[in-house]
Every structure is written in structure tokens, then in C-alpha cells.
């Protein structure tokens, strides 16, 4: 019976800085924690954060280490991603998931997800 909804998508310029949240409504002591990820045109689903619910372990990919930011607060909403010195590249749909597996990196380990909410990275 969970339920996520993101927020805060929208238009920012290169190098810019945007504030997503996602609220989770619900029961989610089962599941692991939450998860962002991010899909563009053409792509697949790829994964860009996460946080677990027990003790707010944060995984990062790669790619966004040092640039954005995943947090929560006691009651696990609104998990938050802040993102900073966006790319034209990061332009993507950004979802929230619930953590249902061990491995929060794999979309698949998601049974729950958001709508998602667009983040344009343009000038």
C-alpha cells in the first residue's frame, strides 16, 4: 500500500542546482529504503541514489558523487535528492522507487515507483 510521488522537476540552466523530493505515504518498514533514479530519452532506467530506512546508509553512482545529495528525515518523508552543477547529460525523468532488495543500485530491486518528474538540463 505504499505510495510515492516526486516533486520539485523543472527547467535548470548548466551548472545549476535543483531540489527534488519524493513522498512516501504508507507502510514502508518492509522495504529497504528509497532509491532515485533517473530515465532519458532513449535510455534505460539508470540509478542515481539512495537511502535505507535503518540507519541512512547513502549509495551514489558514480556519476553524480560530490554533485548530488540523498536524505530523509525520521519518518522516511520526504526523501530528498539535491542535485548540484547539472548537465545538459543529467536531463532525465527522475523517479523515486521503494527499495525492496538488498542491492539498491538495480532497478529491478524496486517493486514500487513514482510517476517521476522532469528535470530539463538546458541553456
Known amino acids: 500500500q505504499v505510495q510515492l510521488e516526486e516533486s520539485g522537476g523543472g527547467l535548470v540552466l548548466p551548472g545549476g542546482s535543483l531540489k527534488l523530493s519524493c513522498v512516501a505515504s504508507?507502510?514502508?518498514?518492509?522495504?529497504?529504503?528509497l532509491g532515485w533514479f533517473r530515465q532519458a530519452p532513449g535510455k534505460e532506467r539508470e540509478f542515481v541514489a539512495a537511502?535505507?530506512?535503518?540507519?541512512?546508509?547513502?549509495y551514489y553512482s558514480d556519476s553524480v558523487k560530490g554533485r548530488f545529495t540523498i536524505s530523509k528525515d525520521d519518518r522516511k518523508k520526504p526523501v530528498y535528492l539535491e542535485m548540484n552543477s547539472l548537465r545538459p547529460e543529467n536531463t532525465a525523468v527522475y523517479y523515486c522507487?521503494?527499495?525492496?532488495?538488498?542491492?539498491?543500485?538495480?532497478?529491478?530491486?524496486?517493486?514500487?515507483w513514482g510517476r517521476g518528474t522532469q528535470v530539463p538540463v538546458s541553456s
Open positions: 537511502i535505507s530506512w535503518s540507519n541512512s546508509d547513502r
Open positions: 522507487g521503494e527499495q525492496r532488495r538488498p542491492w539498491p543500485t538495480r532497478s529491478a530491486d524496486y517493486s514500487t
Open positions: 504508507g507502510h514502508t518498514f518492509s522495504s529497504y529504503g
